[in-house]
Structures are given as C-alpha cells and as structure tokens.
C-alpha cells in the first residue's frame, strides 16, 4: 500500500461506546495530524505529532485522545462522544523540514454519534 | 503568524467557462503555497504547489496558480470549467523554515459547475 490509509472509512457509535479510528502512513514521514471537518465550518486542526511526540493540542475534548506508537501509526481514541463530534476526521502526514512537499492525506473516516 | 483567506465560500460556473478562485495570504517569511482539492467524503488531494522559481505553477487537470508577492496572493485558475471540477478547493500556506512545516489552510471554496 501507499500513501496515507485511514480505517475504518464509515463509523456509526453511541454516546457510551469506545473505538478508535487508525491512519498509516507509507511514505517515511516523521511528522503525523489529526483534523476534523464539520460541515460549514473550516478545517480544523486537532493535534500533531512530530517524530512521535506531540507537538501541538488544540484545545481538543478529553474525549478525544491520540496515541502515535511509531512514526508510521497514529490513532485517535474516542470515548463517551456527543452529537457534535459527528464529522469527517482526517488523518495527514508531512516531512519535517521538507515543508515544501505540503502534506498527504488520507481519505478519511466519516464518524456518526448518534 | 501565517494566515489564509480565500474570497468566496461557493463559486458557480457554467461548463466551459473560466474558473477562478481566490486566496490570499500573510506570512512574515517567504512562504510556500499550496491547492487542494476534495471531492465529497475523500481526503484533501494536493493539485499544486508554489515553492520558490517560476511564479506560475500548473497543476493537475489542467489547473494552473500564480503567486503574485506584492499583491500576497496565489489564485487558481483554470481556463475551462469541466463537471468533474466539482469540488471544495482549498489554499494553504507553509512558513519556509518552520520547525516541521506547518500549514494553515484557508477555509475553502465550493465550485459548483452547470451544464
């Protein structure tokens, strides 16, 4: 496989479940993202993770926790969610200091709270 | 601090007609810049990029950017509007030199294309 996969792509959970979305990136990058996209509303960027630590937490919920294992992994753990968190999440990956090759992402996963 | 403003959440063009969509930017460095593009429910799929040399930059399917530095803008462009150029596109700015490359995204722009 290459480029950055996202798993599952679809993804219906109530208010009291737990799951976790999983992206992998092929592409030897160092540097990993979390965004979420609501409808009408801009991107918006979640966390980041550089070289496996994270960098950057956007005043994200609680009930969103990332883990990045190694530089190829990234997962998002979501628990105990709310209506309001139902959005596309898109995962991406990027070089450090090779900006100029912008960031990969994944299709994404569309997650229904319901 | 960057920033990205892109004039116009939807714009609407007739098959065959000229598409332009407009970002500006702010950076206090010279930047690098970028389009996206997404079609519904995919990721966003890099289209071009301006990074430093020639100021106009062509992309995929045809579309093609300049950055223009005294006016701080990068518009995309694209001489003949097609029904599969149906998308949200999106502009972004990297700061050169930045610790891992970070970019801020404008918040898009919805092209519609009519028959």
């Known amino acids: 496989e290459t480029g950055v996969t996202q798993t599952p792509r679809h993804l219906v959970m109530g208010m009291t479940n737990k799951k976790s979305l999983k992206c992998e990136q092929h592409?030897?990058?160092?540097?990993m993202y979390w965004y979420k996209q609501s409808a009408k509303k801009p991107l918006e960027l979640m966390f980041v993770?550089?070289?496996?630590?994270?960098?950057e937490n956007n005043s994200v919920p609680s009930r969103f926790s990332p883990e990045c294992p190694n530089s190829s992994h990234l997962f998002l753990h979501l628990h105990t969610l709310q209506p309001e968190d139902s959005a596309l999440y898109l995962c991406?990956?990027?070089?450090?200091?090779?900006?100029?090759?912008?960031?990969?992402f994944g299709s994404g996963t569309r997650l229904t709270v319901v | 601090a960057q920033s990205v403003t892109q004039l116009g959440s939807h714009v609407s063009v007739s098959e065959g007609a000229l598409v332009l969509l407009r970002c500006n930017y702010s950076?206090?460095?010279?930047?690098?810049l970028f389009w996206y593009v997404q079609y519904p429910n995919q990721g966003l799929q890099l289209l071009l990029k301006?990074?430093?040399?020639?100021?106009l930059v062509k992309g995929i399917n045809g579309f093609e950017a300049e950055f223009k530095k005294s006016e701080t803008s990068f518009h995309l462009t694209k001489p003949s509007a097609h029904m599969s150029d149906a998308a949200e596109y999106f502009c972004?700015?990297?700061?050169?030199?930045?610790?891992?490359?970070?970019?801020?995204f404008g918040q898009g722009t919805i092209l519609t294309v009519h028959p």
């Open positions: 993770y550089n070289f496996k630590e994270q960098t």
């Open positions: 972004a700015v990297s700061d050169q030199g930045t610790s891992y490359g970070k970019l801020t």
């Open positions: 991406a990956s990027s070089q450090v200091d090779r900006e100029y090759y912008g960031y990969t």
């Open positions: 950076s206090s460095v010279p930047p690098y």
């Open positions: 592409l030897g990058h160092n540097a």
């Open positions: 301006y990074t430093t040399g020639a100021t």
